[in-house]
């Protein structure tokens, strides 16, 4: 074998938003929920300028998990589109989630439409995973991720090129009350302060970070913690009123409801 490095391996894993991103479109957790997808890309053909990134967690729990992916693998030419990784994109390359089969997985979903899951998963579903970033950025402002951040960043670079345990609580962390960092109730990643994220956040030049991942908390909107710094947002009907939320980068001075920077709540339940 050749001592090169491959093109995943250089690769960043870190999406950077330019000045030409005028308008951002913020879409959490789907879970197979397509109407709340297709009007997430609808409110993002409002205007020109705008970006829209999806924050993963594309299949599951849903029924519609093989059209949104099916739908994002023909956007990833699109530079205007960004789509993240979620947990629910973290499998290991056997194709069997470590996290368990869940009610209307998205195995049972390929299995019924698209037929053999290995071989679907192999050939369509990896390749997708594999190029996705698990975090974007509107440098100096605000930071994008499923779940949350690792007390390992210690700046950028990390996120850029992460270890796999920094990319692992990327996709699983959520915010907890308790200073520093305890076990997840959930049995994978863990619990962060505000004090973390108040540290790491400054660290990677960033004022507030915007997931989903517990989109239970976001059942009637977004949900604010961590002293404005953490915006909690969910786009799929399962978990109560799916929303995105519409950031303008230029005027994000507008405060809502205690975040640390402005937004525009924009519901997807309303066709
Ligand atoms: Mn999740």
Redesign the pocket.
Known sequence: MENTCSATEVSSKLYEFGPEARRIIVVG?LHGDFASFVNALIIGREESGSHVVFL??YGDRGTNGVEITEALIELSQDPTIVALK???EGYPDSGIPHWGRTELDLISEVEKKRGNWDEYFKETLQPFYKRLPIAAILPGKLLFV??GISDKIQELDNIKHPTTEISDEV??NDPGEIPGVQPNSRGYGKEFGQDISETVLKKIGAVAMVR???PILAKAGPHISHDGMIVTISSCRRYGRPHCLEIKPDNLLTMNGGARFGYTIRYLDQN
């Open positions: 957790d993963g967690d979620g947990n629910h499923h779940g996709l699983w989903s991942h517990k």
